[in-house]
T-cell receptor, first 109, second 113 residues
Framework: QKEVEQNSGPLSVPEGAIASLNCTYS??????FFWYRQYSGKSPELIMF????GDKEDGRFTAQLNKASQYVSLLIRDSQPSDSATYLC?????????FGTGTRLTIIP | KAGVTQTPRYLIKTRGQQVTLSCSPI?????VSWYQQTPGQGLQFLFE???????NKGNFPGRFSGRQFSNSRSEMNVSTLELGDSALYLC???FGGGWTEAFFGQGTRLTVV
């Protein structure tokens, strides 16, 4: 079992709709969770982080964490073509981030 | 404030050769982590250096090594290159603690032929 798992996609969402990205992790003791966006040919960019159970909102982005289910999600509201990218879920430890393989998201105009 | 700088950006090497990649972190950052990104495996942790000491190492063969200098710049070396080493190598720089203030460099694209 991989430490961090994501559906690789591709996920296609119409412009203006909600994109929902999911991630599960295996280490029940994990405390910090991150979502990175990576455009093709570019480096990962942190867009959201969450430490506590529940929802955390920042603009059009909402991160959701359920530690009992070992599940993290990212919702993107009012999806825009500029949101088309690969989204990486990561779990933070003291010395490393453990990444999922990423979900490729395409927003269809 | 300058970002994380990785050099070179692109590299083509032949099987059996060795290669050295460089990462200059953001000024004041003492931690440098290295990751290998491939289409099939995603980002995989190689190692982390903090104040010239390796703090953690991922599950990579001994052909992969690294070091950090007193100015926090880090290098990674891959010896006896294999075709499977073709990847994007990314480094991440942070001051020392959490990951919310970590920044990635643009990466070095290594192609082994």
């Amino acid at each position: 079992q991989k430490e961090v798992e994501q559906n690789s996609g591709p996920l296609s969402v119409p412009e203006g709709a909600i994109a929902s990205l999911n991630c599960t992790y295996s280490d029940r003791g994990s405390q910090s969770f991150f979502w990175y966006r990576q455009y093709s040919g570019k480096s990962p960019e942190l867009i959201m982080f969450i430490y506590s159970n529940g929802d955390k909102e920042d603009g059009r982005f909402t991160a959701q964490l359920n530690k009992a289910s070992q599940y993290v999600s990212l919702l993107i509201r009012d999806s825009q073509p500029s949101d088309s990218a690969t989204y990486l879920c990561a779990v933070g430890g003291n010395e490393k981030l453990t990444f999922g393989t990423g979900t490729r998201l395409t927003i269809i105009p | 404030k300058a970002g994380v700088t990785q050099t070179p950006r692109y590299l083509i090497k032949t099987r059996g050769q060795q290669v050295t990649l460089s990462c200059s972190p953001i000024s004041g950052h003492r931690s440098v982590s290295w990751y290998q990104q491939t289409p099939g495996q995603g980002l995989q942790f190689l190692f982390e250096y903090f104040s010239e000491t390796q703090r953690n190492k991922g599950n990579f063969p001994g052909r992969f090594s690294g070091r950090q200098f007193s100015n926090s710049r880090s290098e990674m070396n891959v010896s006896t290159l294999e075709l499977g080493d073709s990847a994007l190598y990314l480094c991440a720089s942070r001051f020392g603690g959490g990951w919310t203030e970590a920044f990635f460099g643009q990466g070095t694209r290594l192609t082994v032929v």
